[in-house]
């Protein structure tokens, strides 16, 4: 089955304490990217990959960092988390290039950082 | 910068109308215009992807338009059912690199 998997679900953690997401796709896709959804402010990107080696910032990409070392993971990482990053967190993958396909989103990680 | 902008906030309607949502972007300059279904505690699902030369995508009953030069998106939902309920967001790609910009969303109610 095509997907895209995030691991984990759930997370509650600390102020300060490093945490990985992970994110998986099976469709051998090129782009993939990390949103937020904060209730009033909607989906925001946090970082986007056109390819392996290949990043850049969206819209809000301080206090994340990502890498993409294999083509079908996309991790996003919290090297010290704080509670304005408490929200839920999807991953995205898509075909890419032009014309532009549509994405393709994991089931969401709700990450509270108290 | 680009702002997309989706009215109204909620809607509940009766079970069988026909329904349109509005979305509204304030710069014209897109490559694709995406329209998405959230359910409760839900990722999101793509529903209609109309390229930035299309003026309209049709699935089943659902039938998105696309005005660029008035920066307008409209989703029609034919002979609604309790089933469609939920979350309704539209994304526009300014880049061409996915790189998406989200409305707010508009809830959805269909009531039996």
């Known amino acids: 089955e095509a997907q895209v998997t995030q691991n984990p679900r759930y997370l509650i953690t600390v102020t300060g304490k490093k945490l990985t997401v992970t994110c998986s796709q099976n469709m051998n896709h090129e782009y993939m990217s990390w949103y937020r959804q904060d209730p009033g402010l909607g989906l925001r990107q946090i970082y986007y990959s056109m390819n392996v080696e290949v990043t850049d910032k969206g819209d809000v990409p301080e206090g994340y960092k990502v890498s993409r070392k294999e083509k079908r993971n996309f991790p996003l990482i919290l090297e010290s988390p704080s509670p304005n990053q408490t929200s839920l967190y999807f991953c995205?993958?898509?075909?890419?290039?032009?014309?532009?396909?549509?994405?393709?989103f994991g089931p969401g990680t709700r990450l509270t950082v108290t | 910068k680009q702002e997309v902008t989706q009215i109204p906030a909620a809607l509940s309607v009766p079970e069988g109308e026909n329904l349109v949502l509005n979305c509204s972007f304030t710069?014209?300059?897109?490559?694709?215009l995406q329209w998405f279904r959230q359910d409760p505690g839900k990722g999101l699902t793509s529903l209609l992807l109309i390229q930035s030369s299309q003026r309209e995508q049709t699935s089943g009953r659902l039938n998105a338009s696309l005005d660029k030069s008035s920066g307008r998106s409209t989703l029609y939902i034919a002979a609604s059912q309790p089933g469609d309920s939920a979350t309704y967001l539209c994304?526009?790609?300014?880049?061409?690199?996915?790189?998406?910009?989200f409305g707010q969303g508009t809830r959805l109610t269909i009531n039996p």
């Open positions: 995205a993958s898509s075909l890419g290039g032009q014309p532009t396909y549509e994405q393709y």
């Open positions: 710069d014209s300059a897109i490559y694709n």
């Open positions: 994304a526009v790609d300014t880049q061409g690199a996915q790189k998406l910009v």
